[in-house]
């Protein structure tokens, strides 16, 4: 496991968008080298109005990846980020799991990305 997909990355895989799909596969990363966070699982599985069958494929792509639950360690995290700098807690959570298990995040957004790379 090298990678923590962010949310936003797993959508685009579920809807077959080129960035998405580039910056995964098309790296040669595979489900396999990858994670996601409990907030990912929220937020993909938390819509009202989610079909049978979007559950289910996103249900499908999750089983091939690692699952990080939120521990000690990223709250504690997320909480120093957010003490430090205005972030979403959504976003911190994210952060801090990439931070706390040593993950390369990839995310349509950058600046998420480059927040996780000045983490110590």
């Known amino acids: 496991m090298r990678y923590l997909l962010d949310t936003n990355v797993i959508i685009g895989i579920l809807a077959n968008k080129p960035d998405a799909v580039s910056a995964t596969s098309g790296n040669g990363i595979q489900p396999g080298d990858c994670a996601y966070s409990a907030i990912t699982r929220m937020e993909l599985l938390g819509f009202a109005e989610i079909t049978a069958q ?15 639950p939120l521990t000690s360690a990223i ?8 003490r430090q700098r205005k972030v979403k807690l ?14 390369e995040l990839i995310s349509a957004d950058k600046d998420l990305c480059a927040l996780v790379k000045s983490m110590p």
């Open 54 to 68: 979007e559950t289910n494929d996103i249900g499908e792509l999750l089983a091939r990846m690692v699952y990080l």
């Open 75 to 82: 709250e504690d995290s997320a909480i120093s980020l957010r």
């Open 90 to 103: 959504p976003d911190a959570i994210i952060a801090a799991t990439a931070s706390v298990h040593s993950l």
